[in-house]
Structure formats: C-alpha cells, structure tokens
C-alpha cells in the first residue's frame, strides 16, 4: 500500500512537469490528412457535383457543353434561362453571381428572396423566404431546418462562411404565424432557391426557424475549436459528425471513426446515415451502397410541394453522365484461399490482363485501361523496341494459347513515366498505346474489359485485400506459362521491408499475411520496467506488473494486431484503478491513479509501435522468407 502511495505521488510530480496533451480517447479526426485542406471540392475524398470534372484531385467547373443535353429548362437570377439545370450550374460555376431561381421558364418579374428578420445585427434573425411564384414572403418552419439549410441560407445572403452554431435568441417576440414553409437542402446548394420546399397541410403553430450567420468577428477560437479550411470555427464536437457544419465539408473528411447518426465510409469520410442504401454512390469507395438489400425508403409524408426538386434532378443529370465500366469480370469465379504461387486463372477472370511479348516470349503482364492503352512496368520495355513489342489480350496460357481466343495488337507507341530511375526502379511504369486497326476510331478489344484505374490514393487502405494476376515465376524460380492469380493485403508502410527504396508517395505495398514461426520461443516478458516507457514504473505492484507481462505477450503473438494489444492493456490497466478505489475509497487517489494509467497506455500509443514490429518480426515468418531480400 505505502508503495502505491509513493508510485503515484511520483507520477503526480512527474506529470506536473510534462503536459499530457492528448486525450485519453483516440482523437477521431486524422491530422495530418487536415493538413492537406481537403473540402466538398477535393476529389480525393469526395465525388464531384454532375457539372464539374475532376482533375488532378481538384473539382474544376465543366463548360456548359460538357453537360448531359438531356433535361429541364431552367431559370437563372439574371432572367436568362438555360436548357438543363447543369448548364446553369456549370456556368455559375465559372463564373459565380448568376445563380438558380427556378425549374421552368423564366417568369417576368419572378423573384426568389431570403431574408433575416427581428434580429440585431445584419447577420442574424428569423428566417422570411419568398419564393417565386407566390406573392407573400413566408418564415421557415424550425422543425425542417438544419446546419445544411442555415449554410445555405448565409451563403446565399453572401455570407461565405455560412451560418454559425450559435442560435439566435429571440427575445419575447409574438409573431402569428399559423403557417410555415418546410425546407430541404443537401447543404452544398448555393442558393436556398435550389432547395425544396414544401407546405405541410397542418395549421398548428409551429416555431419558426432562425439564424446566426457566421462573422470573422464572432468567434475567437477555444481549445475545443475545429478549424474548418474555410477558416470557420466550429466545436470539435461537431466533426465527423455527418453533417455538414463548415458549409466547405471539412470538418467530415479526415475522420478515423464517425459519431452520431453517420456512417463512415472507407475513405475517413463520414456522411449522414441517410445516405446509407439511398440509391446514389456517396463514398468514392462505394461502400454506402453495398448490402442494401432489405432497405427499404421511407414514405413520403403528405405535403404540398411547392418548388421543384432539384436535387432529384441533379441524382439524374448524374446517372445521365457516363458510367464506369471498368472492373468488372466476364464471370463471377469462385472465392479459393490464397496459396503460395497462386491458383490458375481462367479465360474471363482477369479481362484486363495482357501479355507484353518480345522475340524471348511474354516477358511481362500489362494491365488495358481502355481506349488503345496498356499500362505496365517501365523496366519491362525498351523504347528501341516499341514496334517489335505484340500485346496479347485474353490470354491465359501462352505456351499453348488458344488460337480462337486470343487477340494480338501492336504497339504504336511508349510512353516512360518522365521520373522513372531505372536504377532505383522509382516510378517504374509505362504506358504502351496499342495501334489502331485500318480506319477505326479507337482501338476495339472486344473480349477486353478495362481495368479501373483509381483517381483517389483513398480508393486503397492499408489491409484491403486486392487480387494480382500475371505470369511471373514459381517459388522455385521456374518460369510460368499459364496465368495465376493470388490475393494480397495492402501494407501501408513498407520501407521495413523496402528500406530506402520505398518511396512513400508513389508506391503501394502488397503482401500476404505473416503466420507464426515455428517453434519460435516468447522472451519471458519483463513487467514494466521496459525501456519502452521512458520511466522505470517495475516498482513491484503485482497487477500492474500482470498487464505489462500480458502487453508484451500480446505484442509477441504473430498475427495480432497492435490496436487489440493495446485495447486489452488498456482495460487491464483501468481495472487496477477501479481496485484501487475499492480499497481506498478515496477519489483523489482514484484520479491519480487514472492520470499514471493514462500517460502508461499514451506511452504505449506513442512509443509501442518498434517494440511491436520487432516482436512481430521474431515471431511470424513470411512466405517468401527463404529469399527474402526483396
Ligand atoms: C431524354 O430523357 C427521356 C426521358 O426522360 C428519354 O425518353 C430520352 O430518350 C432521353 N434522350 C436522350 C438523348 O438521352
Ligand atoms: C395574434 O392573433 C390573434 C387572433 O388571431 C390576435 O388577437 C392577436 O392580436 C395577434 N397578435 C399579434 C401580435 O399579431
Ligand atoms: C479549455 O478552456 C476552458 C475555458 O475556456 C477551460 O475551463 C478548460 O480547462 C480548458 N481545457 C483544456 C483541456 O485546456
Ligand atoms: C421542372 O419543370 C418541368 C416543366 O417545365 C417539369 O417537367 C420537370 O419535372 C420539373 N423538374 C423537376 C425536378 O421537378
Ligand atoms: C515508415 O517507417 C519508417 C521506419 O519504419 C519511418 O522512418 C517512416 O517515417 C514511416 N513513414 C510513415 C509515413 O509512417
Ligand atoms: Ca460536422
Ligand atoms: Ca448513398
């Protein structure tokens, strides 16, 4: 007991000299992906809007032109209307100030308004909209308003940033209101004229909706600030959320977990549980949509509408714009366990797949990304060469190829990666431009289906599992005539195994999971006193020493994850607390003792990970161990 005392007065003393600035709950938000600033037009993370194209991570504005001809006459502010909705949209987009006032033709005299009301400042008030075809303007119903449609609201009455979290307090007004207007935006509109209202049949009183609009002035950030990239501060507690509270999506978009009614997609991106199984791809991983079966979309409730909705026009401009058709297989085969040197592919699994042939054979495997383009390794190919190279599509076996299947094309042209280092094999990739036949437009594959070619590093997390293909050699180094295919986990940092040449921003992992060494021994675990912590913390409390033992056990076992490892310390560390309070009853201790469990498991976050991997590597061997060197 005296021990315990003297333990933890030595952690209170130590602690008032290093701040813990981390929290004792994993931070939800990723950092350093804040730092690269993305926001509702960074097409990394998001998809962009139907009248915008993605170039090099960056929603840019399409030209009218490019938009789907097919569409509604719509209305824009400056009295001019345009034959679709997008070619409104694209248009504002270039050149903003013009915005949408509404579905149909232009009506002489229509105007669209939005207006605060009762407030004190410009900035703030109750919600009054008129809408074009009515006469009366009308306030907004509280109940249908949101952070979407205040970020809306602001933005419309040029306030960039939106609306702010703060509500207006309306003091002791009595505005008889038997009706008011409900409002729907998605919350990326930039006019409240795009949302879609609508009049409930009900003629209660309802509350009406008001807005603060957010002011540089307003708010000077607080510790429990979100810095939003619009330069907007919102509370920490309002990112990853699924909503929409910056007005530019940034606070959704760097998010390791989601909270409240959410869902997170693969990409850290959170959106709003609604978008779960609604029938549009809302994470650029596709994950909202998969396993929807079952789901079934809510009834309506019965009301007027009033405007047109425009966002199920957008959801159709989308479905008009061209569809992926890449990645997808002539036939579904079987699921098999992934084995050493792979399993044989069939005609149709890989339609993707090429062979590259030179005079010696197939020296390599391409990958056709459409139109007359193969991609492949640069190492692979020799410029001097480029007309004597065939590229053979749906091959398998090419030592017996089936004279019926088999399609040959001809390279017209290669095209090395402009930073490829043939001695540190950085940017090893070429593309090769297959010749097309007589007078033809493009090149025509017709058995070929084009792989997918990612436009968003998010599209591939460490741990996913991808399927390769190609010809390659056996273990036992001998040549390989007939196609394999195996499936590999991605590893998000591999410079253990690269060394220096592992270049992060350009290349992908992939491997296959480790499995125990055999006959491998554990070191006998060493309590806390492992150098790991900084501290020497062994001063003999059994429990303590118990998780530490447990720990580095854990840490010892091939194939288990560091975050589990941790999770179980954490737990058993949090015990140790609760039985302190059950034998001293006193809470001050109990504190203490919380804050020496937080700064151990925070040590752990922090420094465990080479402890980790060093034990990791003692313990599991690799496949391909034999000849490593990789
Ligand atoms: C336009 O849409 C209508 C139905 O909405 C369809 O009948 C028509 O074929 C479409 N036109 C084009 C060019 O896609
Ligand atoms: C509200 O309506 C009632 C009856 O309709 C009326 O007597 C009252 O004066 C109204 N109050 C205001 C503030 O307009
Ligand atoms: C955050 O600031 C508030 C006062 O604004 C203060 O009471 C609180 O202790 C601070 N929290 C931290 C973790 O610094
Ligand atoms: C817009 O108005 C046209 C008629 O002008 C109508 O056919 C169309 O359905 C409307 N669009 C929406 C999204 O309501
Ligand atoms: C990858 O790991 C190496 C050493 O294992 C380290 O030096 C490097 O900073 C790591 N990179 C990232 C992005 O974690
Ligand atoms: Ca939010
Ligand atoms: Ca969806």
């Known amino acids: 007991m005296k021990l315990l005392h003297v333990f933890l007065l030595f952690l209170c003393f130590h602690l008032s ?14 950092k350093k992906c804040l730092a690269k600033k993305y926001t509702h037009l960074s097409c990394n993370k998001v998809f962009c809007q139907p009248w915008q194209r993605c170039i090099e991570g960056t929603c840019v504005c399409k030209l009218p032109y490019q938009c789907p001809k097919n569409g509604t006459v719509v209305c824009a502010t400056n009295g001019r209307s345009f034959p679709t909705y997008c070619q409104q949209k694209s248009l504002e987009c270039l050149r903003p100030g013009t915005k949408f006032l509404n579905n149909g033709t232009c009506i002489a005299g229509g105007k669209f308004s939005v207006s605060l009301k009762h407030g004190n400042t410009d900035s703030e008030g109750i919600v009054e909209v008129k809408l074009v075809d009515q006469d009366k303007a009308m306030f907004v119903c509280k109940s249908s308003w949101s952070m979407r449609e205040a970020n809306v609201a602001c933005l419309d009455l040029g306030f960039q940033q939106g609306a702010d979290s703060e509500r207006f307090k309306l003091s002791d007004l009595s505005i008889n209101s038997t009706e008011c207007l409900h409002v729907h935006c998605r919350g990326l509109e930039t006019s409240l004229a795009e949302c879609t209202f609508t009049k409930r049949r009900t003629m209660d009183y309802q509350d009406l909706a008001d807005v603060v609009c957010y002011t540089q002035k307003a708010d000077s950030p607080t510790n429990d600030s979100f810095q939003c990239v619009n330069g907007k501060y919102i509370s920490q507690t309002k990112a990853c959320d699924g909503i929409n509270d910056c007005g530019d999506q940034s606070d959704e978009l760097c998010c390791k977990a989601c909270h409240g009614r959410s869902f997170h997609c693969k990409s ?39 405007t047109a909705d425009m966002d199920a026009e957008r959801r159709r401009i989308k479905s008009l714009l061209p569809k992926l058709s890449c990645g997808v297989k002539n036939r579904m085969h079987v699921r098999r366990k992934r084995i050493v040197g792979g399993k044989l592919a069939k005609l149709g699994d890989f339609p993707w797949q090429v062979g590259i042939k030179d005079a010696k054979g197939i020296t390599c495997g391409g990958i056709y990304i459409g139109g007359c383009w193969v991609l492949t390794a640069a190492h692979c190919l020799s410029a001097s060469k480029t007309h004597r190279y065939q590229i053979w599509t749906t091959v398998v076996d090419w030592i017996h190829p089936s004279i019926k299947d088999i399609v040959v094309e001809y390279a017209d042209r290669i095209i090395f ?28 594959l017709p058995r070929s289906i084009p792989a997918c070619v990612p436009w968003s590093p998010y599209l591939f997390q460490p741990d996913d599992t991808c399927i390769i293909s190609g010809w390659g050699r056996e273990k036992d180094n001998e040549k390989v005539f007939s196609l394999r295919w195996g499936e590999v986990k991605l590893i998000s940092n591999c410079s253990k195994f690269y ?14 999971k480790p499995f125990p ?16 912590f900084g501290v020497h913390l062994n001063i003999g409390i059994p429990s303590l020493t118990k998780c530490c033992n447990q720990h580095d056990r854990c840490y010892e076992t091939c194939g288990k994850s560091k975050n589990d490892c941790d999770e179980e310390f954490q737990y058993c ?3 140790i607390c609760r039985d302190v309070q059950k034998t001293l009853g006193l809470t001050q201790h109990v504190q203490a003792c919380e804050t020496t469990v937080e700064l151990l498991f925070d040590s752990v976050i922090h420094l465990g990970c ?21």
């Open 17 to 30: 000299f290093c701040k813990v600035t981390s929290t004792f709950q994993e931070d939800r938000v990723e």
């Open 268 to 306: 850290d991106v959170c959106i709003p549980s609604q978008y779960r199984c609604n029938g549009e791809v809302d994470c650029i991983t596709g994950d909202d949509e998969v396993g929807c079966e079952g789901f079934a979309s809510v009834a309506q409730e019965e009301t007027e509408i009033l």
């Open 417 to 444: 990666h402009e930073n490829y280092n043939a001695g540190t094999y950085q940017n090893d990739i070429a593309l090769i431009k297959m010749k097309k036949e007589g007078n033809k437009k493009d090149c025509e």
């Open 499 to 512: 060394g220096n040449r592992f270049y992060e921003k350009e290349m992908e992992c992939a491997g296959s």
């Open 517 to 532: 060494r055999y006959g491998y021994k554990p070191s006998p675990p060493n309590g806390c006193g492992s150098p790991l």
């Open 573 to 575: 560390l949090s015990k």
């Open 610 to 630: 080479k402890p980790y991997l060093d034990s990791q590597r003692a313990a599991c061997r690799c496949h391909y161990e034999e000849k490593t060197d990789l």
